[in-house]
C-alpha cells in the first residue's frame, strides 16, 4: 500500500534552534499539506501545496516557518527559531483529490527544551 | 470562522455495545465529510467518507449524515477494545480545497 513518508519520527531541539522537517507524498500526488497537531487538539492546516506552488499559508507563523516544495514532489517544513510552544505533531498528508480524503504520513513528534 | 465541534469525551462504552460519535460543522457549503481514527502516539487513519445525507455502512461502522442540521455521526457496532483511540471528524471547506478537523472524541471500550 502506497505511504507518505515523513523524517524524522521524533526530535528534540533547544528553544531558539532551527529544525526541519521532510515529507515525501505518494506518487501522482499533486495536493501536499502539512499540519501541526498539538497534544489533545485536532490537526491544524499550516499550508497546503498544490505541485510547487502554495495554495493556503494562512495559518503559516511566516516570522519563523517556511516550507518548500521545488520541484513539486517531496517537501521540508523548517522552522527557526523553534520556540518552547512549537512542541507537538507534525503531519504531512497527500491527496489526489480532496474529495475522497487524504493519506497521513506517520509525523514528526517534535519536542522543543 | 468555518468549525468542526466534537465532545472530546472519553465516551465509555463496555464491549460490544455501540459507540456513538457525534460532530457538527459550520460551513453549509461543506460536500465531503470523513471519519479518522487516531491511536495515542500515531497520525490519523481514515475510516469512513459520507458525501450524501443518510447513512453509509462499512463493516461495523456506520457513518450517517444530515446537511440540514449540519451533523455527521459515526456509530461502531459490537465494540471492541482495539477500538479505543481518538475519532476525529474532517469537513471539506473552501471549495473542497482542504480538510478541517474536529479536536477528537476519545474512545473507551472496557473489556
Known amino acids: 500500500e502506497a505511504e507518505v513518508a515523513q523524517s524524522p519520527r521524533y526530535k528534540i531541539t533547544e528553544k531558539s534552534q532551527a529544525v526541519a522537517f521532510w515529507c515525501d507524498p505518494i506518487?501522482?500526488?499533486?495536493?501536499l499539506y502539512w499540519y501541526r497537531q498539538i497534544l489533545g487538539q485536532g490537526p491544524e492546516l499550516l499550508v497546503q501545496?498544490?505541485?510547487?506552488?502554495?495554495?493556503?499559508d494562512s495559518q503559516l507563523p511566516k516570522d519563523r516557518f517556511s516550507a518548500e516544495r521545488l520541484k513539486g514532489v517531496d517537501s521540508t517544513l523548517k522552522i527557526q527559531p523553534a520556540e518552547l510552544g512549537d512542541s507537538a505533531m507534525y503531519l504531512c498528508?497527500?491527496?489526489?483529490?480532496?474529495?475522497?480524503?487524504?493519506?497521513f504520513g506517520s509525523g514528526t513528534r517534535l519536542t522543543v527544551v | 470562522q468555518k468549525e468542526v465541534e466534537q465532545n472530546s469525551g472519553p465516551l465509555s462504552v463496555p464491549e460490544g455495545a455501540i459507540a456513538s460519535l457525534n460532530c457538527t460543522y459550520s460551513?453549509?457549503?461543506?460536500?465531503?465529510f470523513f471519519w479518522y481514527r487516531q491511536y495515542s502516539g500515531k497520525s490519523p487513519e481514515l475510516i469512513m467518507s459520507?458525501?450524501?445525507?443518510g447513512d453509509k455502512e462499512d463493516g461495523r461502522f456506520t457513518a450517517q449524515l444530515n446537511k440540514a442540521s449540519q451533523y455527521v455521526s459515526l456509530l461502531i457496532r459490537d465494540s471492541q477494545p482495539s477500538d479505543s483511540a481518538t475519532y476525529l471528524c474532517?469537513?471539506?471547506?473552501?471549495?473542497?480545497?482542504?480538510?478541517?478537523f474536529g479536536s477528537g472524541t476519545r474512545l473507551l471500550v472496557r473489556p
Open positions: 498528508a497527500s491527496s489526489g483529490t480532496v474529495t475522497y480524503g487524504y493519506t
Open positions: 506518487s501522482g500526488h499533486a495536493t
Open positions: 501545496f498544490q505541485d510547487e506552488s502554495v495554495v493556503d
Open positions: 460551513d453549509r457549503g461543506s460536500q465531503s
Open positions: 459520507i458525501y450524501s445525507n
Open positions: 474532517a469537513v471539506n471547506v473552501d471549495s473542497g480545497y482542504k480538510l478541517i
